[in-house]
Structures are given as structure tokens and as C-alpha cells.
């Protein structure tokens, strides 16, 4: 629920939506500020990216402790 800093109208991580999420824009290369992350590369693989993406459509909830 953190705003990014380089496009404040969106959230860092949206919970329940990937695709609307500045962190999964950004690692896929989609955003329209910026370059990818990581910068420079090497960038995560499809699979890792789509972990990311399930985790965020689960609600993003924190690991248990």
C-alpha cells in the first residue's frame, strides 16, 4: 500500500493485483517511468517474476514470524 516514488498514483505492491503493481511493471519492464529492474540486469526469470505475481494475488501477506 506504499506509494512508488517514481509514479506516486501507483502502489509499490497492490495487494489482489499484479498488474497494477509498480514492483511487477517494473521487473517485467512494462513501466512506463525508468528502466527494469534490477538496473543493468541480469533480470529475474519468468518463473521467479510469476512467484512474485501469485504472492501479490494472494493478498501480498507478510511470511509468518
Known amino acids: 500500500g506504499v506509494a512508488s516514488n517514481e509514479v506516486p498514483s501507483l502502489q509499490r505492491v497492490r495487494a ?3 498488474d ?3 514492483i511487477i511493471q517494473k521487473l517485467e519492464g ?7 529492474m ?3 540486469g541480469p533480470y529475474l526469470d519468468v518463473a521467479t517474476i510469476a512467484v512474485l505475481r501469485q504472492w501479490i494475488s494472494g ?4 511470511s509468518p514470524a
Not at 512494462?30 to 527494469?36: E, L
Not at 493478498?59 to 507478510?62: D, F, H, I, R, S
Open 16 to 18: 489482489g493485483d499484479p
Open 20 to 22: 497494477n503493481s509498480y
Open 30 to 36: 512494462h513501466a512506463a517511468v525508468g528502466a527494469r
Open 38 to 40: 534490477p538496473f543493468g
Open 59 to 62: 493478498g501480498a501477506l507478510p
